[in-house]
């Protein structure tokens, strides 16, 4: 049973993160940034990247972001 | 990536097919990215050459044949570019004219004209190894003394044949960086803008005669190797017969050849199949394994030996220098259907993929043109189209030899498939151009290579890169998709009374089972239907999802190699044909649809498009399905 119910959390796992990706990979640059923008303060910086798959306009970038593409 | 700050910035100028860019590939190695000047739809690339004495910066600039008259987009800005009349940006201190020897009297006409405008000139005199018509009159040594400018001779194509050119540019970069300079800045500041590049014809034709005359240029030449052949591959009528031989050899090539490796994919699959099942315990990771991915992506995999084989031939044409050839025969049919010849190359690179077919547009002048061949590259059969025509031919059409001589039945049916995409893509352009005004006809200008073998390195690398896009698309997008569908197909679950197979009360059943009265009068079932939509996404998931959902319905031990025979017995021939015509026009990938928005600027002509190729495809499938039900009925 337990066997069982670890298999379907993997499975539930995989087809979420499968439907992440495959929006991230689907969805323009241009909407991408302005959902970022969106969710800018509504969430982490972190879980808005990992979940947008991208860090945003210039005004949303996280500090760290603009670090690194300096 | 930290940008080196540059000692010279060099241009890279030639005609096309000099050598102007494999010789900026082996000067800057991979090191290499990609600019666009703002509103104008022309790329260069820049590259860094670094040696211990500085480093300079590189720009491969688009190939042109005249300065004089720029004609579209790339040329203008080349010509700008080169006299410092692009924004804020500064002249090149140095320009490289790149010449290929085998076509110097053309070539030097370039020469001529750049020499009147940038006073620090390095010619390049390319495809040394060649046998060349005037190879007694003409060297290093000599095109220098007679043209003033400082001459290195280069074999683009041999490793070690630009270590000369390098080494001389690293040596300018060291003594003459201050004068070189300088010079260029004082010639900048003497352009009158006003006056354009055209001020400076009368000048370089005189230069151009005087050179012609003391190479001796202007004396007829024997015939070379090339031009002989040329006399029978450009024949009006020969020409075309072989051009039709040289494609239906190759579509022969793509069933005949690859069946051995594909019953190595697929025993492979078969195997890791057999192998899942016994290892893992009956549940849902088994199912989502061995019947959403295996099933799905391993199925798609399956195709990738008659992908390589199709983009062998078209890599040994291409770099053999037939292909140009290819295009001066189609001109004259293409200008017949209100086509530029400049939209040969689109065109062809659409048989890969339509997106860099569609990027390949902007080196046509005319916007209509443009247009009309954005509109019809998507007829052209691309890669992601052949593992659909490849699973059903192989499924309906008997594997027969129509003739003693080898031709199957399999493989004309791929080049009548390949066929019509071009006979589609033709009429459309005829009916657009019907509607559009009068423009000034643009002739195809070409330069024709020399003809010589195929460079191994080419072939293996090229092929190495077409495997690896297939083989991240097969475990990126895919994959991804062949997950979701798989979820899809298998929740939710059938009731305990349930009759007909489970994935039939799934989303994905009933999803299928809701559009299926759209698609029911050109004969698709709810399996059909269910694949055409993550097939927006990428073409070839049709037969990945095809997998899953057979896999679905049928035992975990049949799938994977058995998809072919499975659906022959489930469609009739009639769907199968259907479903062909189907393809060979429908709209059904996003990431052309976003392309084409992108490079119009315009969402009616997107929008166009999509209508347009829906309706031609619902026409053929459906005129195809009744007219061979009819034919099926009255056998």
Known sequence: MTSLIIQWLVVALAVMLSVIWLLQKLTPLSVKIKLAHYLNGKVSDRIRIWLVGHSGCGQCQPASVEAKSR | ?635
């Open chain 2, 1 to 635: 990536m930290s940008v080196p700050h540059p000692v010279l910035r060099v241009a890279l100028l030639g005609s096309p097919n000099s050598g102007k860019s494999a010789l900026f590939n082996q000067l800057t190695g991979a090191t290499q990215k990609i600019a666009n000047y703002a509103g104008v739809t022309v790329e260069r690339k820049s590259g860094w050459l670094k040696g211990s004495q500085g480093t300079i910066e590189l720009i491969d600039l688009p190939g042109l044949y005249s300065l004089e008259q720029p004609r579209t987009p790339d040329e203008a800005i080349t010509a700008q570019f080169l006299i410092g009349q692009i924004g804020n940006e500064s002249p090149p201190d140095r320009v490289v004219v790149v010449l290929d020897v085998t076509h110097i009297k053309r070539q030097l006409k370039l020469l001529a004209y750049v020499q009147q405008v940038h006073p620090s000139v390095l010619v390049a005199l390319n495809m040394m190894d060649r046998t060349q018509p005037y190879s007694e009159r003409i060297d290093g040594p000599v095109l220098a003394r007679i043209t003033g400018c400082e001459v290195v001779e280069t074999i683009a194509i041999q490793p070690g044949g630009a270590v000369a050119l390098g080494e001389r540019l690293l040596t300018d970069a060291a003594s003459h960086r201050t004068r070189v300079r300088a010079a260029a800045q004082t010639a900048q500041s003497n352009q009158d803008p006003s006056l354009g590049l055209g001020a400076h014809a009368e000048d370089a034709k005189r230069v151009y005669e005087r050179w012609i005359a003391a190479l001796n240029l202007d004396q007829n030449v024997p015939m070379t190797r090339s031009e002989r052949v040329d006399a029978w591959v450009l024949h009006p009528i020969l020409g075309p017969i072989i051009l039709a031989a040289v494609l239906f050899f190759t579509f022969q090539a793509v069933f005949s050849w690859a069946q051995p490796f594909m019953h190595l994919i697929s025993a492979a699959m078969a195997w890791l199949g057999d192998a899942l099942t016994a290892v893992l315990p009956t549940g849902p990771i088994q199912s989502l394994l061995v019947n959403g991915i295996l099933a799905g992506a391993g199925t798609v995999l399956l195709f990738l030996p008659q992908i390589l084989i199709l983009f062998a031939f078209i890599i040994i044409l291409e770099d053999s220098g037939y292909l140009p050839r290819a295009a001066f025969l189609l001109d004259r049919l293409m200008s017949g259907v209100g086509l530029s010849g400049r939209a040969f190359i689109p065109l062809l690179s659409s048989f890969a993929c339509a997106i860099p077919g569609i990027l390949a547009t902007r080196t046509i002048p005319d916007a209509r043109d443009r247009q009309i061949t954005i509109l019809i590259a998507p007829l052209m059969t691309c890669s992601a189209r052949l593992p659909v025509y490849a699973l059903l031919i192989g499924a309906f059409i008997p594997n027969t030899q129509l003739t003693s001589w080898g031709i199957n039945l399999q493989g004309l049916v791929l080049f009548l498939l390949y066929t019509a995409g071009i006979a589609g893509a033709f009429a459309v352009a005829w009916l657009l151009s019907r509607f559009r005004r009068a423009s000034a006809t643009q002739a195809l200008q070409m330069e024709l290579p020399s003809y010589h073998w195929p460079l191994w390195r080419h072939l293996v690398l090229g092929l190495w890169q077409r495997t690896q896009i297939f083989v991240n698309r097969v475990g990126g997008t895919i994959l991804l998709l062949m997950v979701v569908v798989w979820f899809l197909s298998s929740f939710p679950s059938p009731p305990p009374d349930a009759t007909r197979p489970a994935i039939e009360y799934s989303l994905a059943g009933r999803l299928g089972e809701a559009v299926l009265p759209i698609f029911k009068p050109v004969g698709f079932g709810w399996q059909i239907v269910v694949a055409l939509i993550p097939g927006l996404a990428a073409r070839e998931v049709v037969v990945g999802v095809l997998g899953t959902v057979y896999a679905l319905s049928g035992s975990a031990t049949e799938i994977t190699s058995s998809l072919a025979p499975m659906i022959a017995q489930s469609w009739s021939v009639p769907t199968a044909l259907a479903l062909l015509a189907w393809y060979v026009y429908a709209p059904q990938c996003l990431s052309t649809l976003a392309v084409v928005r992108r490079e119009t600027a315009s969402w009616r002509m997107t929008a166009f498009l999509a209508g347009y190729q829906f309706v031609l495809a619902y026409a053929a499938a459906w005129a195809t399905f009744n007219l061979a039900s009819q034919w099926w009925i009255a056998r």
